[in-house]
């Protein structure tokens, strides 16, 4: 065999099916198009489309050939403690979409392995599943002999994606590494748990589409959908044993040695930890590369807790500081060429990762600190759950890293007990989070529950309508279904139909009026308590309201035209964003109003003046260019397909609404909207800040609230001008002008007053006289000097003394005067009482105050009684 590096089995692998007529294909984002996915675990994610038949590839070629970054974390307790696992790894493959199968794949396979790869022929073995004699006749006719051929079972060797649909057979290749790497039994074999048969190349055939009474139909296209791991492929090429030794990981583990001082193969434990911090960064740059920030929930948590995990490891090796961009940089070294998004993000990445980092070190500490004092005083090898929920609560540790950090002792935790008190948190949150939308639904949860299976989902109108007549089908009030609601009476009333549209994606409900002959009925809010359910909060004004009853249901359409405004106005800012910061940006949240929105992305930093205006820019050019605004249903995977944006963490039906603004944005979107850009008017930027880690929220005004907002800065602006007797554009110039002159004049008159002070304490100086005990004592007063000003003067005076010394000093600040006494340790052992002189001397000034024989203060009514105040001093001291 020929040594190899990992580019040039990388750029082999491509080369070979590119000339066999595949086309070489990127890389897709770890980022799945598609929501029933968390992260890019295969190569043949990203062309799911021409699987199914959706989308077809194009003359002359047969297929594609990839090699795909992956992320998978199945599997994360046993990273590092194996040498074929890792959270990241890239998967060579190729694919056919039935434009070849079984008899050239395999004998591709056999070629590549044993001339492009070199690897002996007699090292070969394969396996195929029981019955897929056609696969086993193929290998025989390229030479593979009898006794290098297993037959393996459904969890081995046939792939499917679920019960039904697309399956098929599958035939791995292995390496035979030789008897030492076995377990010694004759009987040992490809499928053996033992590591001398080393799985590096996966062929998948999908040839059936299996039925639900468990037959399969052969599909009329056939497939193909290999996986070969170039980190295995790459081990078994440069002669070593795990894959943590090859090129790019081996370099990696370097990193780590070089940081801590470690030597790699010295200790299994201080190996683990050098394996973990090399596999997860490589994982936590490329997430981050493609757009994946921390957070704690969906893929966002799957990079905190791998970062976290590297962290902690390099605890364990005594890296306190910050280390993981050390990785990074390595990371860009080696795999940039292959990758650019790594090099082109390295700084986000960087920025990302040392906040995050700085964040946990700190509550690593103070965790460690807590769960070794929680060990130290544990009974027996069970840590209590709610220690574990502590950790988890308190400093932030997820309870995973609880658990790995008491496996390395020997101590199991208490999971059923952190789930309870897990349990009793949501619930404690529940119960006080009163406003939460679901808890003020609470009390109807179950009687709208109840209407819903009574009377089906309400039919919504109001993308098309603004009034309608509707027939009602249930009346709730204080919890109860009731058959009326008289004048005066509060409740929630369903109809058959509504044009209202109910609380949900940011936006609010709507508001409006309900009438018959002889009742008028206003709507205070709607909301969806069940799915498809929609429940108007209404008070009856006059008349009376029965079930059966037929209404006119008419929207507040102002209102709604200001919250259509600000909804479309959301999507063409989380354009801008994306255009000024980066494909970083995602939705996290957001708040539509009549009066104002808020949005809710994704990113690292504050974001500066600069950018702001940019963002404000990019938006009102989309806005002024009039642009038409189309809402329309589709199927998920026909939005998926044509690029549609989704929000990754939510859950969407067979069916979605996109909103599409002609030429620049199309996401799924449910909310009702403008019918052109140029209705919004314009859009101004109100606000910019946190709202949690990696998490910025801008805030906006558009059309009359924008104009409203502005109009109030012009007369704040005016204000200003007319107070600095300045043109109006000319406010921020003359201000800055004040500004600095104010400085300036502060500075003299600090100066000015350190001069007065230095003068004063000589003066002080000069004025001391002996006391009966005989050390010095100054007596005297300060000017406006308040009670920190007059510690001070001591502190000079007890310094420039230069010997064992006393003062009595008093001030007057505003009308109130203040007194001290304060002497050195000397003064005090030769009898001085600061304490005493206070008592005896504040009531000339009627007040009162004590402290300790060094130092004493008091504050008084009366300053004309200062002088009285301090000739009571002298007549004590001389």
Same mark, same amino acid.
Request: net charge negative.
């Given at each position: 065999m020929k040594y190899m590096t990992s580019a040039e089995i990388r750029e082999k692998y491509l080369s070979f099916f590119e000339e066999k007529g595949c086309k070489r294909w990127p890389s897709s984002s770890l980022i799945p198009d598609d929501p029933s996915l968390l992260l890019t675990s295969a190569g043949m994610v990203q062309f799911k489309p021409y699987f199914l038949q959706q989308k077809h590839l194009e003359a002359p070629y047969i297929g594609t050939t990839t090699v795909q970054k992956c992320v998978r974390?199945?599997?994360?307790?046993?990273?590092?403690?194996?040498?074929?696992?890792?959270?990241?790894?890239?998967?060579?493959?190729?694919?056919?979409?039935? %434009?070849?199968?079984?008899?050239?794949?395999?004998a591709w396979a056999y070629e590549f392995s044993t001339e492009v790869l070199g690897l002996p022929a007699e090292r070969l073995y394969f396996t195929v599943y029981l019955d897929d004699d056609e696969t086993i006749e193929i290998w025989k006719?390229?030479?593979?002999?009898?006794?290098?051929?297993?037959?393996?079972?459904?969890?081995?060797?046939?792939?499917?994606?679920?019960?039904?649909?697309? &399956?098929?057979?599958?035939?791995?290749?292995?390496?035979?590494?030789?008897?030492?790497?076995? &377990?010694?039994?004759?009987?040992?074999?490809?499928?053996?748990? &033992?590591?001398?048969?080393?799985? !590096?190349?996966?062929?998948?055939?999908?040839?059936?589409?299996?039925?639900?009474?468990?037959?399969?139909?052969?599909?009329?296209?056939?497939?193909?959908?290999?996986?070969?791991?170039?980190?295995?492929?790459?081990?078994?090429?440069?002669?070593?044993?795990?894959? !943590?030794?090859?090129?790019?990981?081996?370099?990696?583990? %370097?990193?780590?040695?070089?940081?801590?001082?470690?030597?790699?193969?010295?200790?299994?434990?201080?190996? +683990?930890?050098?394996?973990?911090?090399?596999?997860?960064?490589?994982?936590v740059a490329f997430m981050i590369a493609d757009g994946i920030l921390p957070s704690n929930e969906g893929r966002g948590y799957v990079l905190r807790r791998l970062l976290r995990r590297a962290v902690m490891k390099g605890h364990l090796l005594g890296l306190d500081k910050p280390f993981l961009n050390e990785y990074v940089d390595e990371i860009v070294n080696l795999m940039g060429h292959v990758y650019p998004e790594i090099v082109e993000n390295r700084e986000l990445m960087r920025r990302v990762i040392l906040s995050e980092e700085?964040?946990?070190?700190?509550?690593?500490?103070?965790?460690?600190?807590?769960?070794?004092?929680?060990?130290?005083?544990?009974?027996?090898?069970?840590?209590?759950?709610?220690? %574990?929920?502590?950790?988890?609560?308190t400093y932030g540790f997820p309870v995973e890293v609880t658990r790995e950090l008491c496996d390395e002792r020997g101590i199991e935790v208490d999971m059923e007990g952190f789930g309870r008190c897990m349990d009793e948190q949501r619930e404690r949150a529940r119960a006080a989070n009163t406003k939460d939308a679901e808890a003020a639904w609470s009390t109807y949860g179950g009687v709208m529950n109840e209407i819903l299976e009574a009377v089906g989902p309400t039919e919504f109108l109001g993308y098309a309508k603004n009034d309608a007549d509707a027939r009602v089908l249930a009346l709730v009030k204080d919890g109860q279904q009731v058959d009326a609601l008289e004048a005066g009476d509060e409740g929630r009333i369903v109809l058959d139909a509504t044009p209202f549209y109910a609380e949900?994606?940011?936006?609010?409900?709507?508001?409006?009026?309900?009438?018959?002959?002889?009742?008028?009925?206003?709507? +205070?809010?709607?909301?969806?308590?069940?799915?498809?359910?929609?429940?108007?909060?209404?008070?009856?004004?006059?008349?009376?309201?029965?079930?059966?009853?037929?209404?006119?249901?008419?929207?507040?359409?102002?209102?709604?035209e200001r919250i259509r405004r600000n909804h479309t106005a959301t999507h063409i800012l989380h354009w801008a964003l994306r255009q000024v910061l980066g494909d970083h940006v995602k939705q996290a949240g957001s708040y539509v109003a009549d009066n104002r929105l808020r949005f809710d992305f994704t990113h690292?930093?504050?974001?500066?003046?600069?950018?702001?205006?940019?963002?404000?820019?990019?938006?009102?050019?989309?806005?002024?260019?009039?642009?038409?605004?189309?809402? !329309?249903?589709?199927?998920?995977?026909?939005?998926?397909?044509a690029g549609v944006m989704a929000l990754f963490g939510e859950k969407y039906g067979e069916f979605v609404r996109v909103l599409d603004i002609e030429g620049f944005s199309q996401e799924l979107c449910g909310g009702t909207h403008v019918s052109a850009t140029s209705e919004i008017g314009f859009v101004k930027i109100t606000s910019e800040t946190s709202v949690g880690a990696n998490l910025r929220r801008v805030e906006a005004v558009t059309s009359f609230d924008a104009l409203a907002y502005m109009n109030r800065v012009e007369a704040e602006l005016k204000e200003a001008a007319e107070e600095l007797r300045?043109?109006?554009?000319?406010?921020?110039?003359?201000?800055q002008a004040n500004v600095k002159q104010l400085k300036e004049l502060q500075t003299k008159m600090k100066r000015n007053r350190q001069t007065i002070a230095d003068d004063g304490i000589t003066a002080l100086l000069e004025s001391a006289v002996d006391a009966k005990a005989g050390y010095p004592v100054v007596f005297g007063r300060l000017p406006e000097a308040d009670a920190g000003q007059m510690r001070n003067a001591w502190d000079v005076l007890r310094a420039r003394l230069g010997k064992p010394g006393a003062a009595v000093l008093a001030t007057e600040k505003e009308g109130k005067p203040t007194l001290l006494a304060a002497g050195t340790p000397e003064a005090v052992e030769a009898g001085f009482d600061a304490g005493a002189i206070i008592k005896a001397i504040s009531p000339n000034i009627k007040g009162g105050g004590g402290g300790k024989a060094a130092m004493a203060q008091a504050g008084g009514k009366d300053a004309s009684g200062i002088d009285a105040a301090l000739q009571a001093a002298r007549e004590l001291l001389l």
């Open positions: 974390t199945n599997d994360i307790d046993i990273i590092g403690t194996t040498g074929r696992h890792q959270s990241f790894f890239e998967m060579l493959g190729n694919f056919s979409f039935g %434009a070849y199968f079984k008899e050239e794949m395999c006719k390229l030479g593979v002999p009898d006794n290098h051929i297993s037959r393996l079972g459904e969890e081995d060797n046939f792939w499917r994606a679920g019960p039904t649909g697309p &399956c098929g057979p599958c035939s791995e290749i292995y390496f035979d590494q030789g008897e030492s790497f076995g &377990c010694g039994s004759p009987d040992c074999a490809p499928g053996c748990d &033992c590591d001398r048969f080393l799985e !590096y190349w996966n062929l998948v055939f999908t040839q059936y589409d299996g039925q639900e009474d468990g037959s399969f139909v052969p599909l009329p296209k056939k497939n193909i959908d290999t996986g070969m791991g170039l980190e295995r492929i790459a081990a078994i090429l440069q002669g070593v044993q795990s894959n !943590y030794e090859t090129d790019v990981l081996r370099s990696l583990v %370097a990193v780590g040695e070089r940081l801590s001082g470690a030597v790699y193969g010295s200790d299994p434990a201080t190996d +683990l930890s050098l394996r973990i911090m090399a596999d997860h960064s490589r994982a700085e964040r946990f070190g700190a509550n690593l500490r103070q965790g460690r600190a807590f769960l070794d004092e929680a060990l130290a005083e544990l009974e027996g090898v069970v840590l209590p759950g709610d220690r %574990a929920f502590t950790l988890h609560d949900k994606g940011g936006q609010i409900g709507d508001t409006g009026a309900m009438t018959k002959d002889d009742a008028a009925v206003r709507v +205070l809010d709607t909301k969806e308590p069940e799915k498809g359910l929609i429940a108007h909060t209404v008070q009856v004004e006059n008349g009376r309201v029965s079930v059966g009853d037929t209404v006119h249901a008419a929207i507040d359409v102002p209102r709604r690292f930093e504050a974001m500066t003046a600069e950018q702001i205006a940019e963002v404000e820019r990019l938006a009102n050019e989309k806005i002024m260019e009039n642009h038409p605004v189309r809402a !329309y249903e589709t199927s998920l995977a026909s939005a998926r397909e300045v043109p109006l554009f000319d406010v921020s110039e003359r201000t």
